[in-house]
């Protein structure tokens, strides 16, 4: 396997990236290594450029490893580029969002970019738990938007969920399922429901190990070690939700909660509540259940 050689003809050859947080930088990557030209659009003033900063810094890493050549990492450099305003989105035949988990803002986005590209373009959300349905509800031409969920780390969580609204078209999830083989993952089809599959059957690692918690059972670290030395998950639940941060992993927790119409088995906890209203939220600003200073 040459997970780093671009292929030659890749089925998006213009891609734009909405978001350059956790998510955003590593799509980013992979579809650059694919072969397309990337542009990244974040609306915090330097947060594209920051984002280009990481990946190179990734690059980088790899040439010292011997794991890339210097002429492919300056080939990736080339097609690399953060985008002033939403404009120059313009030429893309896909976009992928993946900003802020919020179903207003995410379908203010999609409407904006829908009136500034072409018909045949292919809109993408990387939600973890919103309606894909609900996001394309009020676009023009809802059947060019799907789910295209990747996980965090975007290039060592080699799966990517291709998910189906009520009119999306099945040539829009082909072409993107074609494109994650692309990316090296591995696309797997899922309906439009909340959390899919992978954050519906996954909830109730974070939200039973909260109730342990909250029950006085064990503590986090107990819990994260017996989990992931004994019973062999990569990750203890605190330290995913640590790694995801709880400003993503609240409102998820949330979101499906309120979809199955308060399911108590969804309930979120009050202990993540409380952490993320005191910006205790992971590994990103130093301090979750872990420190990281
Ligand atoms: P993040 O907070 O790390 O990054 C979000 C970025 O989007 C920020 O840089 C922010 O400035 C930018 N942004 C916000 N609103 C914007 C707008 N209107 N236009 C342009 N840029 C905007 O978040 P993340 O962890 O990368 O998550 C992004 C999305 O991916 C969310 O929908 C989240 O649910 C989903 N997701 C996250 C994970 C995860 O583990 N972090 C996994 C799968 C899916």
């Known amino acids: 396997m040459q997970p780093f050689l671009p292929l030659a003809q890749p089925i998006f050859q213009t891609v734009g990236v909405i978001g350059g947080?956790?998510?955003?930088?590593?799509?980013?990557?992979?579809?650059?290594?694919a072969g397309s030209d990337v542009f990244l659009l974040d609306s915090q003033p330097g947060a594209a450029q920051a984002a280009i900063a990481?990946?190179?810094?990734?690059?980088?890493?790899?040439?010292t490893k011997g794991k890339l050549t210097d002429e492919m990492r300056n080939l990736h450099l080339t097609r690399l580029s953060a985008a002033p305003d939403a404009a120059a989105l313009a030429p893309c035949n896909l976009i992928i969002e993946a900003i802020v988990e919020r179903i207003d803002i995410k379908q203010r986005l999609f409407s904006e970019i829908e009136s500034l590209v072409a018909p045949g373009t292919v809109l993408a959300t990387n939600t973890s738990s919103l309606s894909v349905t609900a996001i394309a509800a009020n676009l023009q031409r809802p059947a060019q938007l799907a789910g295209f969920h990747f996980f965090n780390p975007v290039p060592l969580m080699?799966?990517?969920?291709?998910?189906?609204?009520?009119?999306t078209s099945p040539v829009v999830c082909e072409q993107l399922t074609g494109y994650a083989r692309q990316f090296g993952h591995t696309p797997v089809a899922a309906q439009d429901t909340p959390g899919f599959i992978v954050n519906h059957a996954g909830r109730g690692y974070g939200t039973e190990a909260l109730r342990v918690v909250s029950e006085r059972i064990a503590d986090f670290a107990t819990v994260d070690r017996i989990?992931?030395?004994?019973?062999g998950f990569k990750l203890g639940p605190f330290e995913l939700m640590d790694l995801t941060a709880l400003d993503v992993s609240h409102p998820v927790m949330e979101s499906i909660y309120?979809?199955?119409?308060?399911?108590?088995?969804?309930?979120?906890?009050?202990?993540?509540?409380?952490?993320l209203a005191g910006g205790v939220i992971g590994k990103k600003v130093g301090e979750g259940f872990y420190s990281y200073l």
């Open 21 to 33: 947080g956790a998510m955003g930088r590593g799509i980013a990557q992979m579809a650059v290594q």
């Open 54 to 63: 990481a990946i190179t810094a990734i690059w980088d890493r790899l040439v």
């Open 158 to 167: 080699r799966v990517v969920e291709v998910v189906a609204g009520l009119k």
């Open 227 to 231: 989990l992931r030395d004994q019973m």
């Open 258 to 275: 309120r979809q199955y119409f308060d399911e108590p088995r969804y309930r979120p906890s009050v202990i993540t509540a409380q952490r």
